[in-house]
């Protein structure tokens, strides 16, 4: 990639959030793991993680293109353990089906995210190759 590829895509604003969209899915899906991991796990309290918030809260800092994109960048994710549910005798909070649903879920949102990315720089490349 070009130095002036770099630093458009350091400035862009979609980029960035899809950027930190991927790592909070990817953590996601690690909690979702470590979850259905520990489904009979007498009083083991599920997993969640929280970074649309965190995204959410950068978006709306504003500034110009560059502030807006490092927010983002630095959005905090957050991940905490669900502790007032139960859904089985011994206490434990996971529920298969709905781990499942939530991976797949998941699964899309990071394919989605993916292919938007490979667009972005699809169109990046073109621009540096045809200077439009």
Do not use: C
């Amino acid at each position: 990639m070009g130095r002036n590829m770099l630093d458009a895509l350091h400035r862009d604003v979609t980029w960035a959030t899809l950027e930190y969209g991927m790592r909070g899915q990817a953590q996601r899906e690690n909690a979702i793991a470590v979850n259905v991991d520990n489904a009979n796990t007498p009083h083991y309290k599920r997993l969640e993680v929280d970074f649309l918030s965190g995204l959410k809260e950068a978006l709306a800092s504003g500034g110009d293109r560059t502030q807006l994109s490092q927010a983002v960048r630095s959005g905090s994710t957050r991940e905490y353990v669900i502790e007032d549910e139960s859904f089985n005798n011994d206490e434990n909070s996971v529920d298969i089906a709905a781990e499942m649903g939530l991976l797949a879920r998941n699964s899309v949102d990071r394919a989605t995210s993916y292919s938007l990315m490979q667009k972005k720089l699809r169109t990046y490349k073109m621009v540096m190759r045809d200077g439009r």
